[in-house]
């Protein structure tokens, strides 16, 4: 039977595999809109995939600011407890639940735009080749 720490740690480990996941998507996304990039020097993307683009881009600056908030926060309580003089070793009991929070939004909002922006590329990609 598991305990609570080792679900902890599955959740952990399936959501760095879906951070992954998404940012290869990203990327992905991004080569596949260049593919059908125009000449038009006014409108390089067609206007079908202007939307993709801007999901993809945001769900990559979500990914960058999922890390960046959660490292902030958890710093920032790191140099409170420092300045506060807490022994190395001492037991915290755990950090306030909010901690999460950031993490949490930026993640799920990440993987919500990519799999948005995928649903309109492909779409974009079945009218477009059949």
Same mark, same amino acid.
């Given at each position: 039977?598991?305990?609570? &720490?080792?679900? @902890?740690?599955?959740?952990?480990?399936?959501?760095?595999?879906?951070?992954?996941?998404a940012?290869?998507?990203?990327?992905?996304?991004?080569?596949t809109?260049?593919?059908?990039?125009? &000449?038009n020097?006014s !409108?390089?993307?067609?206007?079908?995939?202007?939307?993709?683009?801007?999901?993809?881009?945001?769900?990559?600056?979500?990914?960058?600011?999922?890390?960046?908030v959660?490292?902030?926060?958890y710093?920032?309580?790191? @140099?409170?407890?420092?300045?506060r003089?807490?022994?190395?070793?001492?037991?915290?009991?755990?950090?306030?639940?909010?901690?999460?929070?950031?993490?949490?939004?930026?993640?799920?909002?990440k993987?919500?735009?990519i799999?948005?922006?995928?649903?309109?590329?492909?779409?974009?990609?079945? !009218?477009?080749?059949?």
């Open positions: 039977m598991k305990v609570l &720490e080792d679900y @902890r740690q599955t959740r952990r480990n399936f959501s760095s595999l879906a951070s992954d996941v940012r290869k998507l990203g990327f992905a996304g991004i080569a809109i260049w593919i059908f990039r125009t &000449e020097p !409108r390089a993307i067609p206007a079908d995939l202007v939307w993709p683009a801007l999901f993809i881009v945001v769900a990559l600056a979500f990914d960058l600011l999922q890390y960046a959660s490292a902030a926060i710093g920032a309580y790191q @140099r409170i407890l420092e300045y003089d807490t022994p190395e070793d001492q037991d915290l009991g755990g950090h306030p639940p909010w901690f999460n929070w950031p993490n949490n939004v930026f993640f799920w909002g993987l919500v735009l799999v948005v922006a995928y649903w309109n590329l492909i779409s974009f990609l079945w !009218r477009t080749l059949v």
